[in-house]
């Protein structure tokens, strides 16, 4: 699969759901396999320690249905405070789940005409890596959720944004340029926990937020975080 593809295909959609069982947010994430077990990884800020999360599998046409897997015992990890005197949330976490998940690209029209419906890929440690300079960088995911009510309908845009250019890396944070002029957070919003994927086909960060005075995408020290993963199995083997 190119790089485009993988882009387009390997963002997993979260959705927050409400007391009656209503979309209220949305996110994303990928999925990894590390030592015959699978997770789905996203970033802190999207789940914050919230049982109400799920993760979207496909759209059920037998049964008119959204089928999707429920998520409550994400896994957080905290990091010494440069004074070392407090410990700060990072922005990562896990959720682990069954060794045989899956979960599908599913494009729909509003009138309920599936166009593309494709499994989602898995990535491995192998394809891990950290951001260079003069390699283009992207990633997508849905964006601007609306709820019909009238109609039981929750539509979303897909976004895919192509182009980012490694800048830096600042306060455990990788930092990417935009090629043009930041169009504001709606655009994103929802994207974040979106795997950040290179033209060598590496998945170096996952999305945590932008700025726009500095036409700015920022995403997580991802090869670190993922350790955490080798520590969580260890402990897991021993209880």
């Known amino acids: 699969m190119d790089w485009q593809d993988l882009i387009k295909y390997s963002s997993v959609q979260l959705r927050k759901l409400d007391d ?12 990894f396999d590390i030592k015959k077990h699978r997770f789905l990884l996203t970033v802190f800020h999207v789940v914050e320690k919230s049982a109400s999360w ?4 496909k759209f059920n046409d037998e049964v008119q249905q959204l089928e999707v897997l429920s998520l409550n015992q994400f ?16 922005e990562f976490s896990f959720h682990q789940l069954q060794s ?7 494009h729909r029209t509003q009138e309920g005409k ?13 394809d891990i890596g950290e951001p260079i300079e003069k390699t283009n960088y992207g990633f997508s995911g849905d964006i601007q959720p609306t709820i019909i009510p009238d109609l039981t309908i929750f539509e979303t845009k897909f976004h895919i944004y192509h182009g980012l250019k490694y ?13 043009e002029k930041h169009p504001g957070h ?4 929802g994207c974040s926990g979106a795997p950040i994927i290179g033209e060598d086909g590496k998945i170096v960060s996952l999305v945590c937020g932008g700025c726009i005075e500095k036409n700015e995408i920022y995403g997580n020290n991802l090869s670190k975080c993922v350790r955490t993963l080798d520590f969580f199995l260890e402990k ?3 209880s």
Not at 75 to 90: E, R, T
Not at 114 to 126: D, M
């Open 114 to 126: 599936t166009i593309e419906l494709r499994e989602r890929p898995v990535f491995t440690a192998n």
């Open 54 to 57: 799920c993760v979207q599998i």
């Open 100 to 106: 045989d998940f899956k979960c599908f690209f599913h």
């Open 20 to 31: 009656n069982n209503i979309p209220c947010s949305i996110g994303s994430g990928c999925l």
């Open 167 to 179: 800048d830096r890396f600042e306060n455990d944070m990788y930092y990417f340029k935009m090629p």
């Open 186 to 189: 709606k655009w994103f919003e």
């Open 236 to 238: 897991l083997k021993l």
């Open 75 to 90: 896994k957080f990890i905290g990091n010494f405070s440069q004074n070392k005197k407090s410990i700060q949330d990072v």
